[in-house]
């Protein structure tokens, strides 16, 4: 919690994490999946202590779970090609997602830097899932989240 009382959250890379994080998340799968019809044999599944599942699975998610239904910025580095912003453009109309800004620099070197923020809340993907596609587009150079409201 910050000083003002409002939770903070962090976007970290999953390697940082410490195993017990990883095995919340994946006790937290089983259990949406039904692949484990209870805590009790999703934690015998994963190795995990009830207690410590119990302590974190209310403050560990993925980036999918906390953003699924809001609105992602995303920051993007193109060729300067025609075709690549339609392209991406093409790829958040067929997964549902609702663009709701978008800027496109001018073109320097050869790339140029487009940001977009689009909303998810009628998404047929997950959020992880979206970036994949995103980041196969012919022309896209590198995919970055700038955040999540």
């Known amino acids: 919690m910050s000083l003002s009382g409002s939770k903070v959250y962090y976007l970290v890379e999953s390697s940082a994490l410490p195993e017990v994080y990883h095995k919340v998340i994946k006790t937290k799968e089983l259990l949406e999946s039904g692949q484990a019809a209870t805590v009790s044999e999703a934690v015998a599944q994963t190795g995990l202590s009830r207690s410590a599942f119990y302590k974190y699975k209310d403050v560990v998610f993925t980036f999918h779970e906390k953003s699924q239904g809001r609105v992602v910025s995303l920051s993007f580095t193109l060729r300067d090609e025609p075709g690549v912003v339609s392209g991406l453009l093409s790829v958040f109309a067929r997964c549902g997602c609702n663009v709701l800004t978008l800027h496109q620099g001018l073109p320097s070197g050869g790339t140029a830097i487009f940001t977009v923020s689009v ?18 587009v012919k022309g896209v150079l590198e995919c970055k989240v700038l955040g999540s409201e």
């Open 119 to 136: 909303e998810t809340h009628n998404a047929t993907t997950s959020n992880d899932e979206l970036i994949g596609l995103l980041t196969m």
